[in-house]
């Protein structure tokens, strides 16, 4: 919504009603309810006008017959006003219908992702998430933990606001195995890697400052970074990671606070960078004084050896925050992420830390430590699940979506599909809801309108899920407007 101009434009109306048409009822009032919550919210405010018809119709993949159906609902309770030369606009008296908050995630890129986390409809199936069920290890460390170390657990008075200390030792221990000698002083232990990049974002950026980040990129951790009030700049990728020649433009015509990367199974390409981009990007941000936040939640899970040493590894002399992460390597139900950074940096991060919650469960850090050295041995089984998974996705595309494109992604798992030209994933996401399927369109990853024939498609579910999300795909596809 451009706020000076009061007009909406109907890729930014789509984004804002959200995921409307997965509701029950006849279309045009599901439209209509998603424009009452949106005058409701505050998101739609007095005054702004409304798209036409048609090209709202469009966007949202529906009749125009709906789009007028709900407009004309609209102007029957007093919500909109049409005046002829002036279009269709959020009455003036609009803000006075308000109601008591209704439990929805204001604002941002990852709002219907979130959103869905929050509401989970038995009958959809979410592509915002790429995550998978707890396996054998995970039970066994945690009966062992009962049996063994409980006892001596309990003793401890409970508050570690930087972690516990035991955790913190196999976290240094485990990144000095992949290349990066670090000591426990320098690890701050977090709910979560979402937690991590939040307290990273809030020591490192402020209010008006400017982040590069990659381009495309998940849209949950672009938010975090505009939560701080930061303005994003977007470098895009080639197949070896961040192109280094529009990193450098942008270096140089920006003057950033802050380069965020995720360098290892980048989400959503699944791009590996080399170990020359990464010495390329850590000598760039050095020389021009721009400190690094370095997600890797996604590597966890790998062996020695098996990606290049982190960014923060290269002695470059710049300041290098890297993010880590249990969720994809073990379960995502098991909320420990944590911090590795320079140790004048981990006292201020303890800080944050400690504002926030005072520290995370103690019990999951007990777990956490003693599955983080066993990680390396599972490696081989976890990588010949995730081929296995591929395959069945790429077979299940073939059959029935051979239209669409996708590289094969060199890590992660999820593809990172390209619909046929002319296709916007938006449109097709509003579609794809009416058949049970959540789709991350490229638009929420990327703002600028390079992606938006993009969409994000993981791999990991279970081979009777894999079958019912495409075929309920493929029922969507074939019914999308070409």
């Given at each position: 919504m451009d706020r000076n101009r009061g007009t909406s434009e109907p890729a930014e109306l789509n984004d804002l009603l959200g995921d409307w048409s997965s509701a029950g009822g006849p279309l045009y009032r599901r439209l209509t309810d998603a424009f009452v919550r949106a005058v409701r919210s505050g998101d739609l405010r007095p005054g702004d006008r409304l798209p036409p018809e048609r090209p709202l119709a469009d966007a949202l993949a529906v009749s125009?017959?709906?789009?007028?159906?709900?407009?004309?609902?609209?102007?029957?309770?007093?919500?909109?006003?049409?005046?002829?030369?002036?279009?269709?606009?959020v009455a003036r008296g609009a803000a006075a219908h308000r109601t008591p908050p209704d439990g929805r995630v204001p604002g941002g890129q990852a709002t219907a992702v979130i959103q869905r986390l929050l509401t989970q409809p038995p009958d959809v199936i979410s592509?915002?998430?790429?995550?998978?069920?707890?396996?054998?290890?995970?039970?066994?460390?945690?009966?062992?933990?009962?049996?063994?170390?409980?006892?001596?657990?309990?003793?401890?008075?409970?508050?570690?606001?930087?972690?516990?200390?035991?955790?913190?030792?196999?976290?240094?221990?485990?990144?000095?195995?992949?290349?990066?000698?670090t000591t426990p002083d320098q690890v701050v232990v977090t709910t979560g890697a979402t937690q991590a990049v939040i307290l990273a974002a809030r020591l490192l950026l402020g209010r008006g400052a400017t982040a590069v980040v990659e381009s495309p990129g998940w849209p949950g951790c672009l938010d975090v970074l505009r939560a701080t009030g930061s303005r994003l700049v977007g470098v895009g990728l080639d197949s070896d990671g961040m192109e280094i020649d529009r990193f450098a433009a942008a270096l140089a015509a920006h003057r950033p606070a802050l380069l965020y990367v995720m360098p290892t199974f980048h989400n959503p390409t699944g791009t590996v960078m080399s170990a020359g981009r990464r010495r390329r990007v850590a000598e760039l941000a050095a020389e021009h004084g721009v400190p690094i936040l370095e997600d890797s939640a996604h590597a966890a899970a790998l062996a020695p050896g098996q990606a290049p040493p982190a960014i923060a590894a290269h002695p470059a002399g710049g300041t290098v925050v890297t993010v880590g992460s249990l969720a994809k390597a073990v379960w995502g139900g098991l909320r420990i992420g944590w911090i590795r950074a320079p140790r004048g940096a981990v006292a201020r991060l303890a800080r944050l830390k400690a504002l926030d919650d005072l520290g995370s469960p103690l019990l999951d850090q007990a777990l956490a430590a003693r599955l983080l050295p066993t990680?390396?041995?599972?490696?081989?089984?976890?990588?010949?699940?995730?081929?296995?998974?591929?395959?069945?996705?790429?077979?299940?595309?073939?059959?029935?979506?051979?239209?669409w494109r996708w590289q094969p992604p060199q890590g992660g798992s999820v593809l990172w599909i390209r619909l046929p030209a002319g296709t916007d994933a938006r449109v097709y996401a509003q579609l794809a809801l009416r058949y049970g399927a959540e789709v991350v369109p490229g638009a929420t990853m990327d703002p600028t309108g390079a992606h938006d024939d993009h969409l994000r498609l993981p791999f990991s579910f279970v081979p009777d899920t894999a079958a019912a999300l495409v075929g309920r795909l493929a029922a969507a596809w074939a019914a999308l407007p070409r």
């Open positions: 125009r017959a709906t789009v007028v159906a709900a407009y004309d609902a609209l102007r029957g309770s007093g919500l909109v006003e049409t005046t002829r030369g002036s279009g269709t606009r592509l915002g998430q790429a995550a998978e069920a707890g396996g054998p290890d995970l039970g066994r460390a945690l009966l062992d933990l009962v049996r063994e170390g409980l006892r001596e657990l309990l003793r401890d008075a409970g508050y570690h606001p930087a972690g516990l200390p035991a955790l913190r030792a196999a976290i240094a221990d485990h990144h000095g195995a992949h290349g990066l000698p990680l390396a041995a599972f490696a081989p089984d976890r990588e010949r699940l995730r081929q296995e998974r591929l395959a069945t996705m790429a077979r299940l595309l073939a059959e029935h979506l051979p239209e």
